[in-house]
C-alpha cells in the first residue's frame, strides 16, 4: 500500500491533517472548533519545507562525483525543485492571504468553511501531493 505514490501523495497530506487539528484541540484544551480544521497554511509550509530539505539533498549530490548520465538527471530535479519553490511560495502568500480576508468572516460560516476548509486546505494538499509526484517523484 504504501508503494503506491498516490497513497503516500495523498495519505500524507491527510493524515497530517488530522494530526494537526487534534494538535490544535488539545493546546487548546477546549471543544472542537470548525477553525482546527483550517490548515492550508500548515500544509503548504510542509510542502515549502519538504522542497526545501530535498533541495539540499540534490545540491549535496551534485557537488559530489556523478557519472554524467546522473549528474544531467540531478541537475534536472534542482530546477524542477526550484520552480516547485516558487511557486509553493506564491501559492502560500496566496494561502495567506486568503486566511487574513476569511478568518474574520465570522458572520458567514459557510463561506470561511468553503474558502478555508475546502479551498485553501486543497491547495495545501495539493502542494504536498505535487512535490511528493511532481518533485520527488516516488
Not at 562525483?65 to 509553493?88: R, S
Request: charged share 10%.
Amino acid at each position: 500500500m504504501l508503494t503506491n505514490s498516490y497513497v503516500v501523495a495523498l495519505g500524507i497530506p491527510l493524515l497530517l491533517m488530522l494530526c494537526s487539528a487534534l494538535a490544535k484541540k488539545l493546546v487548546r484544551g477546549t471543544a472542537w472548533k470548525q477553525t482546527d480544521f483550517f490548515l492550508g497554511v500548515e500544509l503548504s509550509l510542509a510542502a515549502l519545507g519538504s522542497a526545501m530539505v530535498y533541495f539540499y539533498d540534490l545540491q549535496k549530490l551534485q557537488s559530489g562525483p556523478p557519472a554524467a548520465k546522473a549528474g544531467i538527471e540531478v541537475a534536472d530535479k534542482i530546477g524542477t525543485t526550484a520552480t516547485f519553490l516558487v511557486v509553493c511560495f506564491f501559492l502560500l502568500l496566496w494561502v495567506l492571504s486568503n486566511h487574513q480576508d476569511w478568518e474574520p468572516r465570522t458572520a458567514n460560516p459557510k463561506g470561511q468553511l468553503l474558502m478555508l476548509g475546502g479551498v485553501s486546505n486543497l491547495v495545501g494538499v495539493a502542494l504536498f501531493a505535487g512535490f511528493v509526484l511532481l518533485v520527488k517523484g516516488v
